[in-house]
């Protein structure tokens, strides 16, 4: 019985230990090379994926957020909320990215995207938009968001 205890203890161990290299290596080395094209892709990696962590480290501290066409929300918990909606579809998101357009450490960035999951009373929901999302990069090398604007080129 000890023998299947220490077992499981050390299969959780590296269980844990590779998922928290993974979100440590994403969230610290792999930003700093990333292009806003990339942060874009990256958006989509972390809503099918359910990594809420990974997606606020893309936020500037007082960065806005349009949750929807017409509203805005400026502070990190409602940037989370927003994000977590998103997540709570169970769906996938696919983005395109169409335009970048760079000057110095700012890119506007344009894109197409849908998404197709199911809402909170279980019926299935289909969304899609062009966005258009505000990026600086930051004194590391890497970027992130200033204004993220899903519903935003109409």
């Not at 927003?82 to 894109?111: E, M, Y």
């Amino acid at each position: 019985m000890t023998l299947i205890c220490n077992c499981l203890l050390v299969d959780s161990w590296l269980f844990f230990s590779d998922k928290l290299k993974t979100n440590y290596y994403k969230k610290n080395l792999m930003s700093k090379k990333m292009t806003p094209r990339d942060v874009l892709n990256s958006v989509v990696e972390g809503i099918n994926s359910g990594d809420l962590d990974s997606l606020m480290t893309l936020y500037e501290a007082d960065a806005c957020f349009a949750p929807q066409p017409g509203q805005l929300v400026n502070n990190p918990e409602s940037i989370r909320q927003c994000l977590r909606n998103f997540i709570d579809l169970k769906g996938k998101l696919d983005l395109k990215v169409k335009r970048v357009l760079q000057a110095s450490d700012l890119a506007l960035v344009t894109t197409e995207w849908s998404c197709s999951g199911t809402g909170p009373d279980g019926n299935p929901v289909d969304m899609y938009s062009k966005s258009t999302d505000v990026l600086r990069q930051q004194s590391d090398g890497s970027w992130k968001f200033v204004i993220d604007n899903p519903w935003g080129t109409d």
